[in-house]
């Protein structure tokens, strides 16, 4: 009677044991399958077909004074070594300098110097680029506000807010 008591214990150790690999075998295989059919989704929508699910992200671009130059030269005055046409730009952006909430101060001279242009932006001056929308037309559309204040209009600051 000792004997079978020991058998039947060892039984219940090892099919308890085997229940318990099942449903963690189950559960990796569902897991793997759902990964495996995100992977192959993303792949066939995404151009670069990178992955990243549940990474956070800072959800504001601040950027310094010296970014908005580039941005102003890269997509706003477009120089003379530029040889694309301005209207084949797949970018509108808009550079703001005042802040959230204020009247539209927008740069929309294209023949500023380098001097008045720094003089305008503020080299130590913080900006948020936001991408707004898009138009009909496949244009994204890109504003670039300065940053008055470090917390936005629910008392977070700007940059610790996380997506």
Avoid: C, P
């Amino acid at each position: 009677m000792e004997e079978s008591a020991f058998d039947a214990i060892y039984i219940g150790i090892y099919v308890f044991v085997f229940v318990i690999a099942v449903t963690a075998t189950m559960f990796l295989y569902n897991s793997i399958s759902d990964y495996a059919d995100l992977a192959y989704e993303f792949s066939h929508k995404i151009e670069s077909s990178g992955i990243i699910e549940g990474s956070e992200v800072s959800r504001n671009k601040i950027i310094t004074g010296e970014e908005v130059i580039n941005y102003y030269y890269n997509y706003i005055k477009r120089d003379k070594y530029d040889s694309s046409n301005a209207n084949n730009s797949n970018y509108i952006v808009n550079i703001n300098l005042n802040g959230k909430g204020e009247t539209e101060n927008l740069i929309t001279s294209t023949n500023l110097t380098y001097r008045e242009l720094i003089q305008k932006i503020g080299i130590s001056n913080k900006y948020l680029v936001e991408y707004t929308k898009e138009t009909s037309d496949g244009k994204a559309i890109i504003n670039i506000t300065r940053v008055t204040s470090t917390t936005d209009e629910n008392g977070d600051t700007l940059e610790d807010q996380l997506w």
